[in-house]
């Protein structure tokens, strides 16, 4: 938990919002382009695009901010995503340092370093939960946990 990263984070945040950019749209097409088959795997990526780019932003500002909500959600999201067929770690860490990627080109003067480096803090810590969550289902419910790999 760090306010100075929090802090900064929502600042960026606020900034992108003033400029009225939605990164949805330049993230799942950065997505797309790096995994083309995952885009048969979304039914709808108009509905998808606006809940994966929100709360994967929420999760890494909750972590920032020391939330405990932030677990059991991304336990949630974890086993839920079972449904949209094996999903790699590697495409999971792809889509969040492509969110924060996406974040920085879309924050103008409100980006810098020192806000980079908070983003990528929490970051690495959502990445780090993603893999603990897939760990804990796989040893509490073998048949049918999400895969860890
Ligand atoms: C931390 C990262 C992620 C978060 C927070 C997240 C969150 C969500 C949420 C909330 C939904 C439900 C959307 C809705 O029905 O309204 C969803 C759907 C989905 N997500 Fe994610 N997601 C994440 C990462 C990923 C990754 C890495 C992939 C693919 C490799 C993925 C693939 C999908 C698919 C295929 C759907 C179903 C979309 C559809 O039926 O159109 N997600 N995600």
């Known amino acids: ?21 939605d990164i949805r749209h330049a993230l799942f097409g950065r997505f797309f382009a790096a995994y083309p088959e995952r885009r048969a795997s979304f039914i709808s990526v108009d509905a998808a695009s606006r809940r994966m780019t929100d709360e994967t932003l929420q999760m890494m500002l909750g972590l920032a901010a020391g939330e405990e909500w932030v677990w059991p959600l991304v336990a949630e999201l974890v ?16 889509f969040i340092d492509m969110t924060v990627a996406e974040l920085g080109l879309a924050a103008g003067s409100a980006w810098s370093e020192d806000c980079a480096l908070a983003w990528q803090r929490h970051a690495d810590a959502l990445k780090a939960m993603i893999r603990q969550a897939r760990a804990e289902w796989a040893s509490a419910m073998p048949a049918g946990a999400p895969q860890i790999a």
């Open 79 to 94: 086993f839920t995503h079972r449904s949209y067929g094996a999903l790699p770690i590697a495409e999971y860490d792809a």
């Open 1 to 21: 938990m760090s306010d100075a990263d929090a802090a900064l984070m929502e600042a960026s945040l606020i900034a992108v919002a003033d400029a009225s950019i």
